[in-house]
């Protein structure tokens, strides 16, 4: 018992330190959905010219989800006429181009986390445009999109389908202070924490577990951290594989990357790590759903391949530039709460949580929060809701 209180000390110690950060980066994600109707996404992701592809991750960082929920908008997106490329784009920058995963690599585990994200998702973006171009006929594309077509339910369709966007004239600054605007942004905030919540749990208790259970011993022979540069070739090789095994996807695989870290994985495999939520087993599952099994193949080939790619340059880069880490004091081993800088942030970001909170339930959230798991094209406009 003693083993399991620990283990759960620190993950609570973890949940405390990024709950603001949570807050924050959800609160700025609803506010952009509130103001870009999904429709407008759809008309920006007509081909896959590098400018297209660069638009549809920044559309895709600004709208930032769950990965579950992340590869059913970009299933949606496709069906309703997105590039295919344009599509796995978007969704590469929903889950790994984020501002809360940001914030939250830098509390975790630095600065350096933080601008290997924003460097190395538009790099695994170009590998995977790249890719496609060799290994995505339009044969294969088409065949996707009649299996996208039979609208095979995957998960969190209902949140995927549901346009939340706020109709209407004036600027976005007037609609986003509107009745309507104040509850569309409650709705997508509740929103999006219930789509990630499962995952966040199930990562930071991982987190905790090897944390607390498994000596820093293994993981430096597993990563070969006396050996720096068969640790450097290594590193995105199994980082990867370490995420397919660990079941956890998007944010919640940030405290488990913060241990590995600290247990002697490359910098570049950190990167490789975090960006593999997209290929997690349920999600490859998902895949094959949407599109079938062979573009399930080549998606996880391209985009494991992109993965690996991505930590390798991301190391070679920042090794050039001297911005690697050289100490390994990723924040994962202090229990315990402080009064400090992150309680007071907590204290002021779980108010704006619970009056968002209330706003949703007070606008009939509940019965559309029901609706979130169910089948593709199942969501609401949000103009057709009460406000």
């Known amino acids: 018992m003693r083993a399991v209180g620990h283990a759960l000390g620190l993950a609570g110690?973890?949940?405390?330190?990024?709950?603001?950060?949570?807050?924050?980066?959800?609160?700025?994600?609803?506010?952009?959905?509130?103001?870009?109707?999904?429709?407008?996404?759809?008309?920006?992701?007509?081909?896959?010219?590098?400018?297209?592809?660069?638009?549809?991750?920044?559309?895709?960082?600004?709208?930032?989800?769950?990965?579950?929920?992340?590869?059913?908008?970009?299933?949606?997106?496709?069906?309703?006429?997105?590039?295919?490329?344009?599509?796995?784009?978007?969704?590469?920058?929903?889950?790994?181009?984020?501002?809360?995963?940001?914030?939250?690599?830098?509390?975790?585990?630095?600065?350096?986390?933080?601008?290997?994200?924003?460097?190395?998702?538009?790099?695994?973006?170009?590998?995977?445009?790249?890719?496609?171009?060799?290994?995505?006929?339009?044969?294969?594309?088409?065949?996707?999109?009649?299996?996208?077509?039979?609208?095979?339910?995957?998960?969190?369709?209902?949140?995927?389908?549901?346009?939340?966007?706020?109709?209407?004239?004036?600027?976005?600054?007037?609609?986003?202070?509107?009745?309507?605007?104040?509850?569309?942004?409650?709705?997508?905030?509740?929103m999006e924490w219930a789509a990630i919540l499962r995952d966040l749990v199930v990562g930071l208790l991982i987190a905790g577990a090897i944390g607390a259970w498994m000596p820093d011993a293994f993981w430096q022979r597993f990563f070969l951290e006396g050996h720096s540069v068969l640790s450097a070739v290594w590193g995105p090789i199994v980082g990867p594989a370490v995420a397919i095994a660990a079941f956890v996807c998007s944010i919640g695989n940030v405290p488990l990357a913060a241990v590995l870290w600290n247990g002697g994985i490359s910098f570049g495999g950190v990167v490789a790590f975090v960006f593999a939520d997209l290929l997690i087993l349920p999600i490859l599952n998902i895949y094959r759903k949407y599109y079938g099994v062979r573009m399930t193949l080549v998606l996880f080939g391209t985009f494991y391949v992109a993965m690996v790619g991505a930590g390798y340059l991301v190391e070679i880069l920042f090794g050039v530039a001297r911005l690697t880490p050289t100490e390994r004091d990723a924040m994962v081993m202090t229990e315990g709460i402080r009064w400090n800088y992150t309680t007071w942030l907590n204290i002021v970001f779980l108010v704006l949580a619970a009056v968002l909170v209330a706003r949703f339930v007070r606008t009939g959230g509940i019965p559309m929060l029901r609706m979130m798991g169910g089948a593709p094209g199942s969501g609401h406009d949000h103009g057709e809701m009460e406000m």
């Open 13 to 190: 110690a973890m949940t405390w330190e990024i709950l603001w950060a949570l807050v924050l980066g959800f609160f700025l994600s609803a506010v952009v959905q509130a103001l870009v109707r999904k429709s407008t996404v759809v008309r920006l992701l007509g081909d896959d010219r590098p400018r297209t592809l660069a638009v549809a991750a920044g559309l895709g960082a600004a709208s930032s989800s769950c990965s579950y929920a992340a590869v059913a908008l970009a299933r949606s997106l496709f069906r309703k006429g997105a590039n295919f490329t344009a599509a796995m784009a978007f969704e590469i920058g929903s889950t790994n181009l984020v501002v809360e995963l940001g914030i939250i690599l830098a509390l975790l585990l630095g600065w350096q986390f933080t601008v290997a994200e924003f460097v190395g998702g538009p790099i695994m973006i170009v590998f995977v445009a790249l890719l496609f171009r060799v290994f995505v006929r339009s044969r294969l594309v088409e065949a996707a999109r009649e299996q996208a077509e039979r609208g095979v339910a995957g998960a969190m369709e209902g949140h995927a389908g549901m346009d939340m966007a706020i109709a209407g004239e004036g600027s976005f600054r007037r609609r986003l202070v509107s009745g309507r605007g104040f509850t569309a942004v409650a709705h997508v905030f509740v």
